[in-house]
């Protein structure tokens, strides 16, 4: 009869109602489409996008390979996946409340009466089984592995969200660290130049056809374009140091060669702005987290209502431990327990409210992550259309600025201007290049910046589930 009667109460407390409300997902106001897209070009069809990671859109090698030991090697990487299988245990350990506890205790007694050694002695073998349990009429303890799965499912999208941002972080070092290069190209290609003009005008200094301050700006132009050249090792150095960190390597013991570098801007799919909800692991985790806080107040509502617990005992107890475990010298008891406060002053009905305020806290901090993710990408794509533009126009001053230092070092070969046109020529010309330079950086780094807040292909279809957590299997690789 005890298993057919155990079965009766498992179910009985897993068919009981669930105090508090049921969970529904909050609304959050979303635009139809995102203003700044209007004049984007992304590719298309989205389906001609490149597939496998996000990173793979720049056709690197070198920053794949990267890539993938952020997840290995990255510290504080580690450290969120340690925090999700705290919260995946944490699951485990609510989850075991809905069972008995069984515990068995023994003991061995010798006593003895009278004194000076006359008198009765005797002993006293025990040995017994406990077992304990709390049927969960009101859903106290499911709500609670309803917060503490939803915790999990929080603590699993922090770690997907601290991965995206560290990748993201990667790709962004990696990417001014090859515009380091570039530069230090640019510059070292001007050095060439500025000193082939130094040979001209020292040429004519011979010549008695130039001034010796032709000779002096000559070389002041070339100097200051190698020491330019020079001090751009100081940031490549340290874009160098910041990725080993990020892939948790010394950075003693890491480098990355220069190289020419071929520098263009991805085309970048924007889907509808409703997919960021999904596809944001840091909204999901927000989300998530308001079903936890939900979850709660219907824990703090059952602590209204009476508790009932079950206990039970079987065991042997005999002078002799030969025939402990014989038939006649069996124990056993079977009890329960019900348990209800009348008066706390107000403790329980201040818990559900500070259950109820943490539940609206979590909904704004949810919304307002929506809000964030939404101005980020409007963020990303003003600032890809607009310098798209600037680019445009910088490409023209260069060429202009190319051709007007041609132009006026033949003039000065002929006689007819002055050394310091050519100097302002070319100094105009670098500056030119490099601001070139540095609106490619910009652009490169807003699509990185775009990607990540699009969620860098990620999806809240990843998240593991009840079951997941609860077997304990690896739920990330």
């Keep these: ?9 498992l179910m009985l407390s897993l068919a009981a109602c669930k105090l508090g409300p049921n969970y529904v997902r909050p609304e959050a106001e979303t635009p139809p489409a995102f203003k700044e897209a209007k004049e984007w070009k992304p590719a298309q069809p989205s389906d001609a996008a490149p597939r496998g990671p996000w990173w793979s859109v720049y ?11 952020v997840a290995i090697s990255n510290q504080n990487l580690k450290a969120a996946e340690a925090a999700f299988r705290q919260a995946r245990a944490i699951v485990h350990e609510s989850e075991a409340a809905l069972f008995p506890v069984i515990s068995a205790t023994g003991s061995a007694q010798h006593t003895g009466s009278g004194s000076r050694g006359i008198g009765r002695t005797g002993s006293q073998f025990t040995v017994t089984g406990q077992a304990g349990w709390e049927i969960d009429l009101w859903g106290r303890i499911r709500r609670q592995i309803e917060s503490n799965v939803a915790t999990a499912q929080a603590s699993a999208a922090d770690l997907a969200n601290a991965q995206l941002s560290a990748q993201a972080l990667l790709a962004s070092d990696y990417l001014q660290l090859r515009i380091s290069d570039q530069l230090k190209k640019l510059l070292d290609d001007n050095v060439a130049d500025f000193r082939l003009s ?4 020292q040429n004519r200094y011979r010549s008695g056809v130039a001034a010796r301050s032709d000779v002096a700006s000559a070389q002041a132009l070339l100097d200051g374009t190698r020491a330019q050249s020079i001090a751009v090792g100081v ?31 991805p085309d970048i799919p924007v889907a509808v702005p409703s997919a960021l909800l999904e596809r944001r692991p840091d909204i999901a985790g927000d989300e998530r987290r308001i079903q936890s806080a939900n979850a709660l107040v219907g824990v703090a ?7 009932l617990n079950l206990t039970a005992s079987y065991g042997f107890s005999s002078p002799s431990l030969g025939s402990l475990l014989e038939g006649p010298n069996s124990l056993w008891a079977v009890g329960g327990q019900v348990a209800e406060t009348i008066f706390d002053f107000g403790q329980r009905a201040g818990q559900v409210e500070a259950a109820r305020a943490f539940y609206d806290e979590s909904v704004a901090n949810y919304r307002q992550t929506v809000l964030t993710a939404f101005q980020q990408v409007e963020d990303e794509l003003a600032a890809l259309r607009i310098l798209d533009q600037e680019d445009a126009v910088q490409r023209n001053a260069v060429k202009s600025a190319q051709e007007a230092v041609q132009l006026f070092i033949n003039q000065y070969k002929a006689g007819t201007v002055a050394y310091t046109s050519v100097i302002t020529a070319q100094t105009t010309a670098l500056q030119d290049e490099q601001s070139q330079l540095n609106i490619m950086q910009s652009r490169l780094l807003a699509s990185v910046s775009l990607i990540e807040a699009l969620g860098g292909g990620w999806d809240a279809a990843q998240l593991p589930n009840e079951d997941q957590l609860g077997e304990g299997r690896e739920v990330f690789p």
Excluded: C, W
């Design 198 to 201: 130094l040979v001209i005008t």
């Design 235 to 265: 940031q490549r150095a340290a874009f160098e140091h910041a990725i080993a960190v990020l892939i948790g390597k010394p950075p003693a013991e890491f480098s990355i060669e220069p190289k020419r570098y071929d520098l263009h801007v």
């Design 59 to 69: 056709n690197d090698p070198i920053l794949d390979s990267l890539e993938q030991q």
């Design 1 to 9: 009869m005890r298993t057919p009667l155990l079965s009766v109460l």
């Design 301 to 307: 509502i059952a602590a209204y209502y009476p508790t």
